[in-house]
């Protein structure tokens, strides 16, 4: 008996070990804030931000269903959003920095926007905008994500745009991370399920008078000077953003794992080695 018992206890160790080493929490070196749209961590209209103080506001009525990492929000396209708030001091940290989601989206028919904020005056404008070509010259094209970075300028409002192709409206859950060197230079990786992408820049132009923003963030949709624009339709998840570009092992990393800042896994092997030795 007491045989049978040592097998299974290695058998479980065993069996334990190679799931947290292959299921580690995410990255937290440099983490600003961490929504993970848990039901847990939402109460009522407020979003709780697991890890910095955030917490996120939701506005209309999203649903909590399944979500790549425990559970996500669904967002109807149409009313709505969460407010993420102005994040503090970040908006003078954004020169180096990176944003971090889990999405899945149908949605063909128009360009929408993913994260966006953007203050009068183009101050700190950041936005991350699915199934739109502005560098192309076309309202839209399906496959192509776009991401820049505005200032206000002598010259008037500069813009440094980057953008990727990737088959993003496919149903399919999809992790974007953008790991920002520089955004003053469109110095900017960006990864699709934890792949580096080919990044496409515009007419870059430098930036170099960075004004932190005021306005608060959107997510699911655009906050354009104040104002509520193009909702996005579909699911979004485990929002994460950070003061620094994440390095490609990080964003690998991030991309694998499957329980968010948890270290339950690696905590109840003690406990369960412990029972195990008093049943011997």
């Avoid at 049978?4 to 190679?18: D, G, R, W």
């Avoid at 039901?39 to 697991?50: N, R, S």
């Avoid at 309202?139 to 300028?153: D, L, M, T, W």
Wanted: net charge negative; charged share 20%; with cysteine.
């Amino acid at each position: 008996m007491k045989s049978l018992i040592y097998l299974l206890a290695i058998t479980l160790i065993i069996t334990m070990c190679f799931q947290n080493g292959h299921t580690q929490p995410i990255v937290t070196d440099g983490l600003v804030s961490y929504w993970t749209f848990d039901e847990k961590d939402i109460a009522g209209f407020t979003v709780k931000d697991v890890w910095g103080e955030n917490d996120a506001r939701i506005v209309g009525d999203p649903q909590v269903v399944d979500g790549q990492v425990g559970d996500a929000l669904e967002f109807d396209g149409a009313n709505d959003y969460v407010n993420l708030t102005n994040l503090g001091d970040f908006g003078e940290k954004i020169g180096k920095s990176t944003f971090e989601v889990w999405m899945k989206t149908s949605f063909k028919n128009d360009w929408t926007t993913l994260f966006k904020v953007l203050d009068e005056g183009c101050n700190m404008a950041w936005a991350i905008e699915p199934n739109r070509s502005a560098l192309a010259g076309f309202p839209f094209a399906e496959g192509v994500i776009h991401f820049y970075v505005r200032q206000k300028s002598a010259a008037g409002c500069n813009a440094i745009p980057v953008e990727i192709e990737f088959p993003i409206s496919d149903g399919q859950w999809h992790h974007i991370v953008f790991a920002i060197e520089d955004a003053g230079k469109a110095e900017v990786s960006i990864y699709m399920d934890g792949e580096p992408q080919e990044v496409i820049r515009g007419d870059v132009k430098e930036l170099d008078n960075f004004v932190p923003f005021v306005q608060p963030i959107f997510i699911g949709a655009g906050n354009n000077r104040g104002a509520v624009s193009r909702h996005f339709p579909g699911t979004i998840d485990e929002v994460r953003i950070y003061d620094r570009p994440l390095t490609a092992n990080e964003v690998s990393r991030n991309f694998k794992s499957k329980i968010g800042l948890s270290v339950q896994v690696a905590e109840k092997l003690p406990i369960v080695w412990g029972t195990l030795k008093t049943e011997l």
